[in-house]
C-alpha cells in the first residue's frame, strides 16, 4: 500500500503524483471549492507537510457558505466523481487508529465509512450541523438514524497505508435509505473491502420513526444513482442474512457497560459505532488472539441513551454443515466444515435494567494472517 511520511516539498509532488492528484499548486484562498489545488507547509524544522486538495465544484440545493467550510473542502482529498452520483475520498491510517494486529480496527473502518458518508453529503449542499439532514428535513426535524450495518473486510490496512473510499445512496423503501461503500488499496488498486447500511427518517423530537416524503426523497434522490447500484450483487450474499436472537442463557458475556460522554453524537444518542466495540467486547480471548474480523451485520433496534447500562453476550453459531469446538460439553467455536478456520458467532446488547434489546450482530472471523 502507499504511504505517506515526513517530506520535503519535492517528495510531496511524487507522492501526489503516485495517488494519481490532479490540479495545479497555489495558496489558500477563500473562495469555496474553488477548482484549484492547493498545497499547505511550513518550511521551518522540515515540520510534516500536509498535502491538501479539492477538485469540488459547487453543486446542489442550499449551499452554507463559510470560511470553516471552504478550508475543510480543500484539505479534504475527495470529490464528487465526475458523474455527480457518488463520491470518493482518500485516507491515510493514523497510528491511532491501529490496534493490537498493527492494522486498522474495524471502529475505525466504521468511522471512515461514516465521515465519508457525512462528507458526500456535504459535498452536494447539504446540512453540515446534522448527518445529511436536507433543507425540508431541518425545517421538519427529522435526522437519519443507522438501521442496519454489514462491513466485510478482505484486508486490513496499516499505519501510514493509503486507502479510498467510493459511497453512494439510493432509496431503500418507504421509510428508509440505502448507502453503499467500496474501500480500495490506492497504492493497488485492490478492493480490501465493502460495506452496506440502511438508515431509516426519525422525528429529533418525538423520538419515532416517520416515512421518507416525496419532498426528501426530492431533495436527494438527484444525487443517487438512476438504475440500482449494489455494494454486494451477488444473490444471497451475507448482507441479506437474517440474525437470529442470541437466546439465554449465553457462554460469553459483558455487563454493566456505559456510554461515555465521548460515545454521544450530535444526535444526542449513542453513535452507530460504540455498538461494534459493545459486541466485540464479549468476545472469547482465544478467538480475539489468533483471529481477525472478517464480517459484521448489526441490526440496531432501539435507540441508546447517555444514562443506559448495557450488557453485551456473545455466542458460537449453529449453521448448517458447521462443527462445534469445545471441551467437557462447552462450545467455544463453531467451524464450517469446507474452512477450519473460519468462526461464526451471534450477538445481543441489551439494557440491564429490563432486557430490552438494543442490537443484534453476527460476525465472522478468519485466521490471522501469519
Not at 467455544?332 to 469446507?338: G, L, P, V, Y
Request: proline fraction near 4%; hydrophobic fraction near 35%.
Amino acid at each position: 500500500m502507499l504511504k505517506f511520511s515526513y517530506c520535503n516539498a519535492t517528495d510531496l509532488n511524487q507522492a501526489l503524483v503516485q495517488c494519481r492528484f490532479a490540479g495545479s499548486f497555489g495558496p489558500l484562498s477563500s473562495r469555496r471549492r474553488s477548482p484549484r489545488a492547493a498545497v499547505s507547509f511550513s518550511r521551518s524544522n522540515l515540520t510534516p507537510i500536509q498535502a491538501v486538495l479539492s477538485c469540488q465544484q459547487q453543486v446542489g440545493p442550499d449551499p452554507v457558505e463559510s470560511e470553516l467550510g471552504s478550508l475543510a473542502d480543500r484539505l479534504r482529498l475527495g470529490g464528487l466523481t465526475e458523474d455527480g452520483l457518488s463520491y470518493k475520498e482518500k485516507f491515510i491510517i493514523r497510528c491511532y487508529e491501529v490496534g493490537i494486529n498493527k492494522t486498522a480496527t474495524i471502529e475505525t473502518i466504521a468511522n471512515l465509512l461514516q465521515e465519508v458518508g457525512g462528507n458526500h453529503a456535504q459535498s452536494v449542499g447539504f446540512s453540515r450541523d446534522g448527518f445529511a439532514t436536507s433543507p425540508t428535513m431541518r425545517k421538519l426535524h427529522l435526522i437519519w438514524v443507522t438501521a442496519r450495518m454489514h462491513i466485510e473486510v478482505y484486508k486490513y490496512p496499516a499505519w501510514s497505508d493509503v486507502i479510498e473510499i467510493e459511497t453512494w445512496c439510493q432509496n431503500e423503501g418507504r421509510i428508509g435509505t440505502r448507502r453503499d461503500w467500496i474501500l480500495k488499496d490506492v497504492a493497488t488498486g485492490e478492493v480490501i473491502g465493502r460495506a452496506t447500511s440502511k438508515w431509516v427518517m426519525m422525528n429529533e423530537d418525538t423520538r419515532r420513526l416517520q416515512k421518507v416524503s416525496d419532498d426528501v426523497k426530492e431533495e436527494y434522490l438527484v444525487f443517487c444513482p438512476r438504475e440500482p447500484r449494489l455494494a454486494f450483487p451477488e444473490e444471497n450474499n451475507k448482507s441479506l442474512k437474517k440474525i437470529s436472537k442470541l437466546e439465554d442463557p449465553v457462554q460469553y458475556s459483558r455487563l454493566g457497560l456505559m456510554p461515555r460522554r465521548a460515545d454521544l453524537d450530535m444526535n444526542q444518542h449513542v453513535n452507530n459505532v460504540t455498538y461494534i466495540g459493545w459486541v466485540l467486547e464479549s468476545m472469547p480471548e482465544e478467538i480475539i488472539d489468533t483471529h481477525e474480523l472478517q464480517t459484521i451485520t448489526l441490526d440496531y433496534r432501539r435507540e441508546c441513551q447517555r444514562d443506559d447500562v448495557v450488557d453485551s453476550l456473545t455466542g458460537p453459531e449453529l449453521v448448517e454443515g458447521s462443527k462445534i469446538h469445545g471441551t467437557n460439553g462447552s462450545a467455544t467455536a463453531i467451524t464450517r466444515e469446507d474452512d477450519l478456520d473460519c468462526h461464526q458467532f451471534l450477538h445481543l446488547l441489551r439494557l440491564s435494567s429490563d432486557g430490552q434489546e438494543i442490537n443484534r450482530g453476527r460476525t465472522e472471523w478468519r485466521k490471522k494472517p501469519t
